[in-house]
């Protein structure tokens, strides 16, 4: 005999009826049978071993049901397991489990009848045939050899009609509700679980009941999208049911594997999460057992573990944490420094903790992240001595590296994406009042070590209070240590916007002094190159404030280096006044970096004529040098012959004609002098260029 399903097909999944998400294949023989998947490719999923032949099959999402001579056999199906998986990308990840389509099938009941010759399935109900034979099997068997002979050797004669006639029966069996079903597989798991906790038989029986539970639920999603008013009413009700049962189903699946073989123990995770327990739910299931005291599950650990390693809301109460540290202080010591960083631990007792890492460090060795880890209890514990003794223990680098290693000591939702909350702790909070040069420095390390973003880090120093002070300092020494150029464009952007934002405040906006100066940066960080000579010329001996003589400096510095995009500043150089020389030479500046030198000459000579040839000396070179006699010397002539008793201006001319005497031949030379009668003054210079040539 041959069966094959109808496709099992899910409503979230199908785009329409002639395509499904899923589709099986069911092939059975009289002794086995055999489910395939037809999803992506042919896939085996199951086979069937039949105890007695099997006159006829048929498949429904629930279970297959198989007719006998005399016995109606249900067995359990892999669809649900293969069409959980299409659903949900999350299964079979940390976050949900389901059990595998390789799980091996079993029986689940039998019911006895007579003469069974067909079978159907509609909705919850399975339609028999059967009839009653007059005849024993033998007698059957021996009829049917004698036909056969008949049909060979003679003409047949026509059959008389039988006065009696076989009685045919019509069953229609309503299946055990999926519920119920579920509920008699809970109780049949409880003596399983009295006689052998741990065993593979209880684990396999609550995946059956999983699988029967998933499938009833990707099928009322389907009934819930068509219902309507009370139907729709019941459906939810009804679905609300299956989520209960499908989560205590979970729970008993963590359970399970909570203290089962290491091989399998990660799969308490997803289980528990797919329970909804909370973690006090989840640790009171996973006691020690009386004769075990100090024993724990290898999968309550792993689930403790990640439970605490995860960024979550769910603050522990002082009683749950104090517990949390006596379970990871018996089983795993090592962890004890991450579990007490977890920011749902924070209630924990901190003197309590405080004698278990006391232990941890006579017992493993003193580490920089234990170190920092007491020095926090210390802190809470208002114990200031003590905490300062233990932050001096060592030097500021390896404090720095105690941070890459365990990031939550600082700060708690680091890391991922840049929208992801953080918060700043403690102990961050004191280091921004006691140690800022280390707070800026251990924020710069986990920002260059991909454990906290730009933004977040940002919206730590935000939180501390301090965006316009230890929030700039740490954004100078993100930009000393970045090396990507998308950060480094913000960075110098953001800086450069701070510089200008302060350089126009009435009044200094803070009193707090830069962890780096102005010449510190020039340094140690490439992208603040060397003030130009010219720039000392223009800078004021004194200005409003110490701040203010900073941002100008550090301003000019970064206009100066080769990093900074002079069109992504000059917008927000417009708010600058010209009318000091300070504001001149930003803006003098930001001309000369844009190749602007002609007009750059002509302000200067109006505005300072003093640095007129510092700025031709530094700037004019190279594939500029021409702009000496083709722009400069021309001004000077002018200015000078409007004002000859300026003596800036015939310095100014003495000096430039000297360069140009040196760089020129003779006859340019002489092209460039005036006809209004003052070429004696040139002659000297003439003379100069002269010789030059002739030695050259």
């Not at 052998?196 to 499938?215: K, V």
Request: glycine share 6%; proline share 5%.
């Amino acid at each position: 005999e041959e069966s094959v399903s109808d496709n099992f097909s899910l409503g979230k999944q199908s785009v329409s009826v002639d395509e499904p998400a899923c589709m099986f294949c069911f092939f059975s023989l009289p002794t086995a049978g055999h489910l395939y998947s037809l999803r992506g490719g042919v896939e085996h999923l199951s086979a069937y071993q039949y105890p007695e032949k099997v006159l006829q099959a048929v498949l429904t999402d629930h279970l297959l049901q198989v007719i006998t001579k005399n016995a109606l056999q249900s067995f359990t199906v892999r669809c649900a397991a293969v069409a959980a998986r299409v659903e949900d990308p999350y299964i079979d990840t940390t976050m949900k489990a389901c059990p595998p389509c390789s799980l091996e099938v079993c029986a689940l009941r039998m019911q006895l009848f007579i003469g069974l010759r067909s079978v159907c399935a509609y909705g919850r109900h399975v339609i028999l045939l059967s009839t009653a034979d007059t005849e024993t099997p033998e007698e059957t068997e021996r009829h049917t050899q004698r036909r056969g002979l008949s049909k060979r050797w003679a003409i047949s004669s026509p059959k008389e009609t039988s006065t009696v006639g076989h009685g045919w029966n019509l069953y229609v069996v309503d299946t055990v509700p999926p519920l119920t079903l579920y509920q008699e597989m809970v109780e049949y798991s409880q003596r399983y679980a009295e006689n052998n906790p741990q065993g593979l038989s209880l684990r396999h029986l609550l995946g059956e009941a999983h699988l029967l539970l998933r499938s009833c639920l990707l099928e009322s999603s389907e009934r819930q999208q068509g219902g309507e008013g009370a139907r729709k009413m019941a459906a939810q009700m009804h679905r609300e049911e299956l989520e209960e049962a499908f989560r205590q189903n979970c729970a008993q699946l963590g359970d399970s594997f909570s203290r089962g073989s290491q091989k399998d123990c990660h799969l308490a995770l997803p289980y528990y999460r797919m329970s909804r327990l909370s973690v006090t739910e989840v640790m009171s299931r996973n006691r020690p057992l009386p004769g075990c005291p100090h024993s724990y599950g290898p999968g309550f650990l792993f689930y403790l573990k990640h439970y605490l390693l995860e960024e979550t809301d769910q603050i522990l109460c002082q009683e749950d944490a104090d517990e949390v540290t006596s379970i990871f202080s018996q089983s795993e010591p090592s962890m004890l420094v991450s579990v007490c960083a977890s920011p749902c631990m924070m209630n924990v007792d901190p003197a309590a903790t405080l004698q278990m890492l006391q232990h941890l460090e006579d017992t493993s060795g003193v580490s920089v992240p234990l170190t920092i880890t007491m020095a926090t209890m210390m802190l809470r514990l208002g114990n200031m001595a003590r905490y300062t003794e233990l932050m001096e223990r060592h030097a500021e680098m390896l404090l720095v590296y105690g941070f890459i290693e365990e990031p939550r000591l600082l700060l708690h939702g680091g890391g991922g994406d840049k929208h992801t909350q953080v918060c700043p702790t403690a102990l961050a909070r004191q280091l921004a009042d006691s140690q800022p040069g280390l707070l800026v420095a251990g924020m710069v390390a986990l920002h260059e070590n991909s454990k906290v973003q730009l933004e977040q880090a940002d919206h730590i120093f935000k939180e501390l209070g301090c965006e316009n002070t230890l929030q700039v300092d740490l954004w100078e020494a993100m930009l000393m240590a970045s090396s990507r150029d998308a950060v480094i464009q913000e960075l110098l952007f953001r800086l450069a916007s701070v510089y200008i934002d302060r350089l126009t405040a009435s009044e200094s906006p803070t009193k707090h002094k830069s962890l780096k100066s102005a010449d510190d940066l020039i340094s140690s960080c490439s992208h603040y190159g060397a003030l130009y000579p010219w720039l000392t010329v223009l800078n004021p001996v004194q200005i409003s404030s110490y701040q203010h003589w900073e941002a100008l400096h550090k301003l000019q510095s970064l206009l100066c280096g080769p990093s900074l995009s002079v069109g992504s500043v000059a917008p927000l150089l417009e708010s600058l006044s010209e009318e000091t020389l300070w504001g001149f030479s930003l803006h003098l500046l930001c001309a000369t970096r844009r190749g602007h030198y002609g007009r750059s000459i002509e302000q200067l000579l109006d505005r300072c004529p003093q640095a007129i040839i510092a700025y031709a000396n530094h700037q004019l070179q190279d594939k500029h040098m021409a702009l000496w006699w083709q722009k400069l010397l021309p001004e000077l002539c002018n200015r000078t012959r409007a004002t000859a008793d300026n003596s800036i201006l015939l310095g100014a001319l003495k000096e430039t004609l000297v360069v140009v005497a040196m760089e020129t031949s003779p006859t340019e030379f002489l092209e460039l002098i005036p006809d209004d009668g003052t070429a004696s003054y040139f002659l000297p210079h003439l003379l100069t260029c002269s010789q030059r040539h002739l030695l050259a």
